[in-house]
T-cell receptor, first 109, second 117 residues
Framework: GQNIDQPTEMTATEGAIVQINCTYQ??????LFWYQQHAGEAPTFLSY????GLEEKGRFSSFLSRSKGYSYLLLKELQMKDSASYLC??????????FGGGTRLMVKP | GAVVSQHPSWVICKSGTSVKIECRSL??????MFWYRQFPKQSLMLMAT?????????EQGVEKDKFLINHASLTLSTLTVTSAHPEDSSFYIC?????????????FGEGSRLTVL
């Protein structure tokens, strides 16, 4: 079966760095997506990791370890607008995405 | 990427009525669309895969007779919640997978928030 785990909630301070972890157990794994979702809105694409390692995109970076079934999203220089839910999703065989429960990040001044 | 439009954004209905939600792919032809449901403070749960010209594929536990999906054209899929009840109140989101760029990336509609009184 599919199992995607990530923390339910996290709190961080404006200007700080936060790391959101995601572990997965899936079959036919292709890659790992991260999406950002503000309350009441649709998710928006942040990153997609296929190979092991860190990919940096501005203030956001995403890491993948296929052997460990582990990924993290790193947010630097946190801003108040980064308060949102962050969803990791495993991209599996059959081109399907399985979403984790989402991590609600609250950024405080 | 892909532009996906969903309508209506908000709908309030009485218990027992049916509600139709439309999902349109505006800039490319989508043979497959996905319908998700999201309850408050929870993640996206795939309800069904909508296939143009054929029957939708429903996930386990989703009643196909209650959630009717029609994918009559390459740019339009509709989800009809029949005989809606308060427990059907949720955020319904459709999505399509892009054909270029990141393989498998989902592009989401704006979502439809359904409240059943």
């Amino acid at each position: 079966g599919q199992n995607i785990d990530q923390p339910t909630e996290m709190t961080a301070t404006e200007g700080a760095i936060v790391q959101i972890n995601c572990t997965y157990q899936t079959s036919g794994f292709n890659g790992l997506f991260w999406y950002q979702q503000h309350a009441g809105e649709a998710p928006t694409f942040l990153s997609y990791n296929v190979l092991d390692g860190l990919e940096e995109k501005g203030r956001f970076s995403s890491f993948l370890s296929r052997s460990k079934g582990y990924s993290y999203l790193l947010l630097k220089e946190l801003q108040m607008k980064d308060s949102a839910s962050y969803l990791c999703a495993a991209h599996n065989a059959g081109n399907m995405l399985t979403f984790g429960g989402g991590t609600r990040l609250m950024v405080k001044p | 990427g892909a532009v996906v439009s969903q309508h209506p954004s908000w709908v309030i209905c009485k218990s027992g009525t049916s509600v139709k939600i439309e999902c349109r792919s505006l800039d490319f032809q989508a043979t497959t669309m996905f319908w998700y449901r999201q309850f408050p403070k929870q993640s996206l749960m795939l309800m069904a895969t909508s296939n143009e010209g054929s029957k939708a594929t429903y996930e386990q536990g989703v009643e196909k007779d209650k959630f009717l999906i029609n994918h009559a054209s390459l740019t339009l899929s509709t989800l009809t919640v029949t005989s809606a009840h308060p427990e059907d109140s949720s955020f319904y989101i459709c999505s399509v997978q892009g054909i270029a760029g990141v393989t498998g990336e989902l592009f989401f509609g704006e979502g439809s928030r359904l409240t059943v009184l």
